[in-house]
């Protein structure tokens, strides 16, 4: 009986928590986040919307099949914690998910792993006051340039709601609606933007360039290590940065800020690895698409290696995924003391 009641509990928890928000008024979505943007859809009082996340006071939400801008007051959100990283985003991307399992070690699956330590760590930010966007909800599957875009759409909004020049917000306005095509389309539109190999597409240079214009989101991406082969056998935490390192392959990839990645990547880093118990076995530049195609500061995080059998055990165990999260917060919460951004 008693198992009975903690399922129940456990379901409540689980769907309870990712019910989508009710509209409170007849609710406009509009194309872009203004009042003056183009309508899309009236939606009656008291009707379900599933939301993606919010930027300000403009959420991004989606009723039937139509997808925009809403004032977020509009919405039944639940209030917000204030804290130390009230008026900070943060973007969580769980590595993998849905069809991609990510790596496979003794029937423990890489994605279900990430999925535990963002869930933590969604948690411990939201009681830290900050805005948290997910790139991935649940278990769904996502298009690996769907992440950087989510990110790049987060500078854009952001930029466009702060911006009050009319003629710049019209261009950021085509390049929300751009990234917002991608997101809808995926592979077929992606040649025009993100481009392999080619010189630095026009418009991602301008993203990255209103990146530079904000300081209050990071991003942080969750993985799990497999080393693949079995006479060795790799232990610890990796911290993987992407920056100008690239421009070689990628002709016009050289504006980013290594040093604030670095300092990033670093701090996060040695915070896990006090906080998890784990060794910190390096901070390198590698060339990731996740942290390539955007220019915020940004880290890929590969927690441990599922093929070494102590990391392996801290990885599946619900204590140590908990002290995982509480260093990735803990590092954010150092980044911006050093950045000199928080406002508390
Ligand atoms: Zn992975």
């Not at 939606?43 to 809403?70: A, D, H, M």
């Not at 959100?77 to 990510?102: M, R």
């Not at 535990?116 to 996502?142: C, F, H, M, P, Q």
């Not at 990071?218 to 690239?246: A, K, R, W």
Request: glycine share 6%; hydrophobic share 35%; with cysteine.
């Amino acid at each position: 009986m008693k198992q009975k009641i903690v399922l129940f509990l456990m379901l409540f928890l689980l769907f309870g928590c990712s019910v989508d928000p009710k509209t409170i008024n007849n609710t406009i979505i509009y194309e872009l986040p203004s009042t003056t943007s183009k309508e899309l859809i009236t939606i009656p009082e008291n009707t379900n919307v599933v939301l993606s996340f919010k930027v300000y006071n403009w959420c991004r939400v989606t009723y039937q099949e139509i997808t925009g801008y809403t004032e977020c007051s509009n919405l039944d959100l639940p209030p917000e914690e204030i804290g130390v990283l009230s008026g900070k985003t943060v973007i969580v991307d769980a590595g993998h998910g849905g069809k991609d399992n990510g790596a496979i070690v003794d029937n423990v699956l890489e994605k279900d792993i990430n999925r535990k330590v963002s869930d933590y760590l969604i948690e411990y930010l939201k009681e830290d006051g900050a805005n948290v966007v997910e790139t991935r909800k649940n278990d769904e599957t996502l298009y690996l340039y769907d992440r950087p875009t989510i990110a790049n759409l987060v500078v854009a909004i952001e930029n466009y709601i702060r911006t009050t020049n009319s003629g710049k917000k019209d261009a950021i306005g085509t390049i929300i609606l751009d990234l917002e095509a991608i997101l809808n389309d995926g592979v077929d539109v992606l040649p025009y933007l993100y481009r392999k190999g080619e010189d630095m597409n026009e418009e991602l240079k301008e993203i990255f360039e209103l990146t530079n214009q904000i300081d209050d989101v990071v991003f942080v991406s969750i993985h799990s290590n497999v080393t693949g082969n079995e006479e060795v056998s790799l232990q610890g935490l990796d911290m993987i940065l992407t920056g100008n390192n690239v421009a070689e392959e990628y002709p016009g990839y050289d504006l980013y800020n290594d040093a604030e990645r670095e300092l990033f990547g670093n701090i996060l880093g040695q915070n896990i690895s006090s906080e998890a118990d784990i060794n910190l076995r390096r901070v390198y530049f590698g060339d990731y698409a996740v942290l390539r195609e955007e220019n915020l500061p940004s880290t890929l995080i590969e927690l441990g290696y599922m093929d070494n059998e102590e990391d392996l055990k801290k990885l599946t165990d619900s204590d140590s995924q908990k002290a995982y999260a509480r260093g990735i917060e803990k590092g954010i919460i150092e980044y911006f003391e050093a950045t000199k951004t928080l406002t508390q």
